[in-house]
């Protein structure tokens, strides 16, 4: 039996294709920003913070860390609601997209701190620094350029398990394709053409946060 390719549906469906798209990029920028800043802030609190405060952030990176990406996003979207907070499909696939980068970042971000010399901390604090001051100021960008590389893969890999968020209906590129395929029955090609579009997007979001990491940075470009 030979079987015939047809890109045909491209034409038709793709309004639908360039909104998956755009709302992915849209999801992985929300959760890279505001993850990353949760996860300096959860760091801070491991390594350097209040003693009352490191068991509750231990105890939130370790359930995020050993419990699927799915679960987390079925308990935000189906869970929450019983409870009195009423999310849409984006606002859960964005909240748990955060809630999952930030745990795991904070681990990346906390491995750096430790990194650093135990110097720094003692040159900030001969300045009269609180401790506050001497990770913001003094160890914080250090940090952050020493774990860079795994941050940024770490970004990539939520970006590619945004895929699943079509399963509480939010409507990314995985949520365009099976609507595609539910409607020409062309699974092969909707999901080669999908593999195509995730593989793109997840290069060009290396690139953009290598660069970004050169101008945050630019002592390490110049190596």
């Known amino acids: 039996m030979t079987y015939r390719f047809d890109f045909g549906w491209l034409l038709v469906y793709y309004p639908q294709i360039l909104h998956g798209i755009a709302i992915t990029i849209e999801l992985i920028t929300v959760a890279a920003v505001v993850g990353i800043a949760v996860g300096i802030c959860c760091a801070w609190v491991r390594a350097l913070g209040p003693a009352w405060l490191k068991p509750l952030v231990a105890a939130y990176v370790e359930l995020i860390r050993n419990t ?109 394709t099976n609507f595609i395929q539910s409607r020409t029955f062309r699974s092969f090609e909707a999901y080669f053409f999908s593999t195509g579009v995730y593989l793109v997007l997840a290069i060009l979001l290396r690139w953009v946060l290598a660069r970004l990491g050169r101008m945050i940075f630019p002592r390490t470009a110049a190596r």
Not at 87 to 99: H, P
Not at 127 to 142: E, G, I, N, W
């Open 68 to 176: 699927p990406f799915l679960v987390q996003l079925f308990f935000i979207y189906f869970g929450l609601p019983p409870l009195g907070l009423r999310l849409s499909e984006l606002e859960a696939a964005n909240l748990a997209m955060i809630v999952n980068l930030g745990a795991y970042s904070c681990e990346i971000i906390r491995a750096g701190i430790q990194a650093t010399p135990k110097g720094q901390f003692e040159a900030g604090a001969s300045l009269a620094m609180t401790p506050f001051q001497t990770f913001r100021y003094v160890v914080l960008v250090p940090a952050l350029q020493r774990i860079w590389p795994a941050l940024s893969s770490q970004v990539v890999i939520v970006m590619l398990g945004s895929a699943v968020v079509s399963q509480v209906a939010a409507q990314d590129l995985s949520f365009a």
